[in-house]
């Protein structure tokens, strides 16, 4: 399997599916199927390092 930032069909028999938040890419070909399979890497959280707390003085 290759995780790659984005998966895209290889050939016709190809198919896309979601499944827990990731992007999966198979085939249903059985010649190819295991050099087509791809999943998309997931999103990277966007939180911050450091929180900050407002204080009134």
């Known amino acids: 399997m290759k995780v790659r930032a984005s998966v895209k069909p290889v050939c016709?028999?190809?198919?896309?599916?979601?499944r827990g938040g990731r992007v999966f890419n198979f085939c249903?070909?059985?010649?190819?199927?295991?050099?087509?399979?791809?999943?998309?890497?997931?999103?990277?959280?966007l939180t911050p390092k450091f929180q900050?707390?407002?204080?009134?003085?």
């Open 28 to 45: 249903s070909d059985p010649r190819n199927a295991g050099r087509h399979k791809q999943a998309q890497k997931r999103g990277v959280r």
């Open 12 to 18: 016709k028999h190809c198919y896309i599916v979601r």
């Open 52 to 57: 900050t707390y407002r204080t009134t003085a």
